[in-house]
């Protein structure tokens, strides 16, 4: 298996400066995000949604770009994925991404999944959301790229299961599956080995951060509130050592890519830890 970082969790790093970060941390691959910092935040503190220094502006012309992939590049790094917010189902906006993707040497990127937040109907989401996999499929063969959809709380895709439902209509050539277990903490949990087994050529990427559920006092009736928050990657909920050994299990060779939001180390040590974390349980 192989290490990337998904540049979200980097925002005070230029990609100057991530890519060296990155190359000392022994990683081999970056996950570029691919999202404009929004008009007025460029003076706040760098933040992972608002001001995220390490970012790909999609409004970037061709020629500008070029540059994330010879930064990558440069410092023995692949251009791992292209990784946007495409929520929206919006096709226009999803081949654009495909477009990037393409001339950057990007081996994926990550589609759109329905929210789902009780207000509209499953069955609904789920068929809206099919179609739009579909047509993403068909760019996806067209610009040698796959196209992956990410087990995510609040989506209509937060278990393998599910996940599994929408891209099962799609070719696993072209549309496969991003694994997070720790979005799984707060919605989705399923074991591990079933879920990566239910998968199986699917299996495209894997996510890798923490989470836990922490008590938040008590309800009218006297029952307990609980909410889950995201935690360092040695404390939270999920077992890396039994997932590694899982996906050993189903001969999962790709990479697993550091997306921790715990805050709780600095963005070059973050990766430093990452690497270490991982590579004892390689």
Not at 14 to 33: I, Q
Not at 116 to 129: G, R
Not at 227 to 252: C, H, Q
């Amino acid at each position: 298996m192989k290490l990337s970082v998904f540049t979200v969790v980097t925002p005070d790093l230029t990609p100057e400066e991530l890519v060296l970060a990155a190359k000392e941390a022994g990683l081999d691959g970056v996950e570029w995000r691919f999202k404009e910092v929004p008009a007025g935040a460029a003076g706040e503190k760098p933040s992972f949604w608002s001001n995220n220094l390490c970012s790909i502006d999609p409004s970037l012309p061709a020629d500008q770009m070029q540059k994330f992939k010879d930064l990558a590049l440069a410092q023995g790094l692949e251009v791992a994925s292209i990784t946007p917010y495409l929520n929206h189902l919006d096709l226009k906006d999803t081949e654009h991404v495909f477009r990037t993707a393409q001339q950057l040497g990007a081996k994926m990127i990550r589609l759109g999944v329905a929210g789902y937040n009780a207000s509209a109907d499953y069955n609904e989401l789920y068929d809206k959301t099919v179609r739009y996999l579909k047509e993403a499929e068909q760019m996806a063969q067209q610009y040698g790229v796959k196209g992956i959809i990410e087990t995510h709380h609040g989506t209509i895709a937060p278990s393998a299961g599910l996940a599994h439902r929408l891209v099962s209509h799609c070719s696993p050539d072209h549309i496969g599956v991003l694994y997070d277990p720790g979005n799984m903490i707060h919605e989705g949990f399923e074991h591990s080995r079933m879920g990566l087994q239910l998968l199986g050529p699917y299996l495209a990427h894997v996510h890798i951060k923490n989470a836990e559920w922490v008590r938040e006092g008590t309800r009218e009736d006297g029952t307990v509130k609980w909410r889950s928050k995201w935690a360092p990657m040695r404390e939270g909920i999920v077992d890396f050592t039994s997932l590694l050994n899982d996906l050993k299990s189903v001969g999962y060779d790709g990479y697993l890519g550091i997306e921790d939001f715990s805050e709780q180390y600095t963005s070059r040590e973050l990766l430093k830890e990452f690497a270490q974390l991982m590579r004892e349980r390689m």
